[in-house]
């Protein structure tokens, strides 16, 4: 079996066989032999083990190698498995009994991001640690909602365990450590970023997710990447439906009919995996003064507005946001109805 400074080695060179892990992992390690193979990848073990180890306490950051009797058992067992795992943060969130990956597009509307937040944030009430990527867009609001929810996140970079990308999102990174909640990386430190990482990375959030639920995804996305992982893994996807004329959700429509299960509201959601409805909570008046106008103009947005006299933008959002809690519901014609 090949030793941790091998693992360590083939990884920071991003360096792998054309070979199973388990192949890999399981190799004699024959030093002739092995140092052959390892020259033929351009891998060099005279790299300081130990100068390698203390940079990394340095910055805080730890590392599980796959031969690790403490490697998460949700990422061992695929023929893709990292060699490795940096992280921060709390790695008992690996063994989490109950997680949910929640990705989308990064350029995510105004109703994406909302369902985003609104699924984290319910998920986590109910004790799902929630999986992302931290990326702009549907990633953040999902790591937001989760943290806002006093509740656990797992963010899994694209990038070196000590490059946070995009870099406006630093301060959410330092949050999640923060909070006692993880952010991993099969990448070490100072290692170049290739564009194939972010994709590659997908792998890594479906398998630590039990479910997969696409909130927001146009026809190319690394999210729909997730969601081919984890249908592969056996593990049920869930996609948000989308405006079928909107590009932004193309992808994610598409899965619907690639045996995606719909997410029609959260209520209904929470029943398919087995979780108590969300409680229904008193109307507030202004919320009543917009469900007695939809009711008398037929749930017409132009007539509730010119009603109300209130601002488009503020009357999309409280639209939304009862749509969200289930109290309403919108049909293919733009047109609102109470449940």
Request: hydrophobic residues 40%; proline residues 4%.
């Amino acid at each position: 079996m090949l030793s941790r400074s091998v693992l360590i080695a083939l990884n920071k060179k991003g360096k792998y066989p054309n070979q199973r892990i388990s192949d890999l992992i399981s190799m004699p390690e024959n030093a002739d032999v092995l140092a052959s193979k390892l020259l033929n990848l351009g891998v060099s073990l005279s790299d300081d083990q130990d100068k390698f180890e203390l940079m990394l306490k340095k910055k805080s950051i730890d590392l599980l190698v796959h031969t690790d009797k403490n490697y998460p058992s949700r990422l061992k067992d695929f023929d893709e498995s990292p060699l490795t795992i940096y992280y921060r943060g709390d790695k008992a969130l690996f063994s989490s009994a109950k997680t949910v990956g929640i990705v989308g597009t990064r350029k995510a509307s105004t109703y994406g991001l909302a369902q985003a937040a609104a699924l984290s944030g319910e998920l986590s009430k109910h004790g799902y640690v929630v999986v992302s990527g931290l990326a702009l867009g549907i990633d953040s609001a999902a790591h937001k909602a989760a943290l806002d929810g006093g509740s656990k996140t797992i963010a899994v970079l694209g990038t070196p365990i000590d490059r946070v990308y995009p870099a406006q999102n630093e301060s959410l990174a330092l949050q999640i450590v923060d909070s006692g909640s993880l952010i991993i990386s099969e990448y070490p430190p100072e290692m170049k970023t290739e564009k194939y990482h972010f994709i590659f990375r997908n792998r890594i959030i479906a398998a630590l997710s039990d479910i997969v639920i696409v909130v927001e995804a146009p026809g190319r996305s690394g999210a729909l990447t997730t969601a081919r992982y984890a249908m592969d893994f056996g593990k049920d996807v869930y996609v948000v439906p989308g405006d079928i004329n909107k590009p932004g959700f193309l992808g994610s429509n598409r899965l619907i009919s690639q045996g995606a299960f719909v997410i029609s509201s959260i209520n209904d959601f929470l029943e398919s995996v087995g979780l108590d409805k969300k409680p229904t909570r008193d109307i507030l008046k202004s919320d009543q003064l917009i469900l007695d106008a939809l009711v008398s103009h037929g749930g017409n947005f132009d007539k509730i507005l010119e009603c109300l006299g209130c601002d488009p933008a503020k009357l999309n959002v409280d639209l939304m946001k009862l749509e969200i809690e289930g109290i309403i519901r919108k049909d293919i014609l733009g047109k609102y109805y109470l449940v």
